[in-house]
C-alpha cells in the first residue's frame, strides 16, 4: 500500500503545501491564504498526525476521519489547514491517475468557466469604481461584475447619501443593459437596512445580493431573503458543512462555500452536492488568484449546481504567481487544460524563499 510519508508547508504569500509518499508520488495544495503562519501550526500540529502514514487515495475518508478526530478544535483555522493537505491529496491523485481533478469529481459537467470581475476596494469613489468596471468588461469581456457596498460588518453605518447610494445606479447607467451586476456588503447591514438596500438592487435590476447581514445571524438572512426577490447569498465564511446544510435549508438563494475555508475539495463537492439536491445554485467564493482559483475553477467545471458567473478578481494578482500556467479570463470565461492533477506547476524559486517546515513519519 503507498503511504504518505512527508507534509511539508511553504509560508509566504499564502501556505502551499506538497505531500510526498513512499513510491514517489507527490501533489501540491494550498490553506487558505490568509494567517498562513497560524494555519501552518495547526496543519504540522492537528492535521498532518491524522494523514502521515496513510493511503492517498482514501482522501475522502481522510477528510472525513480529520475532522472527527480533532472534534475539541473544530474551528476554522482547523479546516484551512485541512485544505492545504486535501488539495494536495487531489492533485496527487489526479498525477497518479493521469486525470485532471474535475474529472476524478465527476466529469467536465460545463466546457469552461463563466466569471464575474470582482471588485474588492471600497475606497474608491462611485465614479472611481464604475471606471474600473468598464475597464475591466472591456479588457476581459465580463458578462457580470460585482461591487462592493456598505461597510465591512459596519452596522448601517454608511449614510442614506454615501457610496452605495451613488453607486449601484451609477453602475447600472454606465455598463447597460447587457451585463449582469451583483453587490456585496460582506454583512455591513441590520436586517431592515439590508431590506432597503435590496431593493435599491432590485429597482436596478442587479443579480444577487451578496452576505447582507453578518453571516452569523442566520435568522436575519433568512428574514431579508424572504423579504426581497433578489437572490440573497451567505456561506463564505463557513467551515462548517453541516452550518451549510442548515443555511441551505433557511431559506437563502446562493450557497457561497470557500474551499479553502471550508476544508478543501472534498468538503466544498459535499456543499455542491447539497446545494444541487436542494435546487439552489453554489457560487463559490474565490476572491484572488492563489491556487484557491484553480481548486475553485475544477470544482465548479464538475458540479451541476455551480450554474452561475464565478468569482475573478480585477485586482493586482500578482503577489499570487507562485504557479504557472497562470490563469487569466478572456471572453468571460476560464479555461482549464486537460493536464493531470490541478494542471499547473509550483515554481521552484517561489517555494525556494518561503519558510519550509516538514512532518515526516
Known amino acids: 500500500m503507498t503511504k504518505i510519508t512527508s507534509i511539508e508547508t511553504f509560508d509566504g504569500h499564502g501556505c502551499i503545501v506538497r505531500v510526498r509518499t513512499d513510491d514517489g508520488l507527490e501533489g501540491y495544495g494550498q490553506t487558505a491564504h490568509s494567517e498562513a503562519r497560524i494555519t501552518g501550526e ?8 491524522n494523514y502521515l502514514g496513510r493511503d492517498p487515495f482514501d482522501v475522502m475518508t481522510l477528510a472525513e476521519e480529520c475532522a472527527r478526530a480533532e472534534y475539541k478544535y473544530f474551528g476554522s483555522f482547523l479546516f484551512r489547514a485541512l485544505a492545504g493537505v486535501d488539495t494536495a491529496l487531489w492533485d496527487l491523485v489526479g498525477k497518479a491517475k493521469s486525470q485532471p481533478v474535475y474529472q476524478l469529481l465527476g466529469g467536465k459537467f460545463r466546457p469552461s468557466v463563466p466569471v464575474y470581475g470582482s471588485g474588492m476596494r471600497r475606497d474608491t469613489t462611485p465614479e472611481q469604481e464604475v471606471d474600473r468596471m468598464v475597464a475591466a468588461v472591456a479588457e476581459h469581456g465580463f458578462r457580470a461584475v460585482k461591487i462592493k457596498i456598505g461597510e465591512r460588518n459596519g452596522r448601517d453605518a454608511e449614510p442614506r447619501t454615501g457610496r452605495t447610494w451613488r453607486l449601484v445606479p451609477l453602475l447600472r447607467k ?15 447591514y441590520s436586517p431592515g437596512q439590508a431590506v432597503r438596500i435590496g431593493r435599491l438592487l432590485e429597482e436596478y435590476d442587479y443579480l444577487h445580493f451578496e452576505e447582507p ?4 445571524e442566520y435568522e436575519n438572512a433568512e428574514s431579508v431573503a424572504a423579504a426581497l426577490d433578489i437572490p440573497v447569498g451567505l456561506g463564505e465564511q463557513e467551515f462548517s458543512v453541516d452550518a451549510l446544510r442548515r443555511i441551505i435549508q433557511s431559506g437563502v438563494d446562493v450557497i457561497q462555500p470557500d474551499v479553502c475555508y471550508i476544508g478543501g475539495i472534498t468538503r466544498a463537492r459535499q456543499v455542491a452536492d447539497l446545494a444541487n439536491l436542494a435546487g439552489l445554485p453554489c457560487v463559490p467564493h474565490s476572491s484572488g488568484r492563489s491556487l484557491t482559483a484553480i481548486f475553485t475553477a475544477h470544482l465548479v467545471t464538475a458540479m451541476p449546481a455551480c ?16 504557479y504557472d500556467p497562470f490563469p487569466v479570463a478572456r471572453n468571460g470565461e476560464v479555461l482549464l487544460t486537460d493536464a493531470p492533477g490541478w494542471g499547473v506547476e509550483i515554481a521552484d524559486s517561489a517555494l525556494q524563499r518561503m519558510s519550509r517546515r516538514v512532518s515526516s513519519s
Open 42 to 49: 495547526v496543519l504540522h500540529t492537528l492535521v498532518a498526525r
Open 307 to 322: 450554474n452561475l458567473f464565478h468569482e475573478w478578481t480585477i485586482e493586482d494578482a500578482s503577489s499570487m504567481h507562485v
Open 213 to 216: 447581514v453578518p453571516f452569523w
Open 174 to 188: 454606465e455598463l447597460g443593459d447587457d451585463i449582469e451586476l451583483s453587490a456585496d456588503a460582506n454583512g455591513a
